[in-house]
């Protein structure tokens, strides 16, 4: 009897040796197989997601192009420091020179919009 279990133990491997000939074992299949079922289940997803992204293209390109004409180069400024008050400043990292503020003018009040 433990030479039959023991023959039986030895027989197995062997169709598995026999798909590796072929250049496929089952490890690689099952992977294979894995992948293809993963990208068949994404595809609907990932077109959905690129139709988001082909819908936002504009408005994305309208952002940073505001964005830029505001802050010119993110490195002129020091990271955001929250004050105790709940303030948040953002300190530019070398001032402006005192000419730059000449065609800002300022409200009625003094205060001046930004």
Known sequence: M??????????LPLPAAAQEADGE???????RLFMDGLRQEMEPA?????GLAVDAAPF???LQSR?????????????PEILPNGD??????EP??????????PNPDGSVDL
């Open 2 to 11: 433990k030479h039959l279990i023991l023959a039986a133990l030895i027989a």
């Open 60 to 62: 994305l390109r309208e």
């Open 25 to 31: 074992g089952m490890m690689q299949r099952g992977l």
């Open 67 to 79: 964005l830029g004409t505001v802050v010119e180069d993110l490195d002129a400024y020091e990271a």
């Open 96 to 105: 402006l020179p005192p000419d730059a503020f000449e065609d800002i003018e």
């Open 88 to 93: 948040i400043l953002i300190r530019r990292r």
């Open 46 to 50: 990932l077109r959905d997601l690129e």
